[in-house]
């Protein structure tokens, strides 16, 4: 965690790690389709609420959004 800490800094959050094994594989650990996903969060009574943008269908229709 250090290494990643000083290589990224301490505001990229835990997606740090996965890059950083990245790198050092020389090769992208994503998987085809989630180029352009992201999300935004908000905090709705209290509680966190996740929005995704732009996330691939998945085979489980309970994970793909409607609007």
Do not use: A, F
């Amino acid at each position: 965690m250090e290494e990643e800490r000083s290589q990224y800094g301490d505001s990229e959050g835990c997606y740090v790690y996965p890059r950083t094994l990245e790198d050092k594989l020389g090769e992208p650990l994503s998987l085809k389709g989630w180029d352009n996903w992201g999300y935004d969060i908000k905090v709705i009574d209290g509680s966190i609420v996740v929005k995704h943008r732009n996330r691939p269908e998945s085979k489980h229709p309970q994970y793909n959004s409607k609007d």
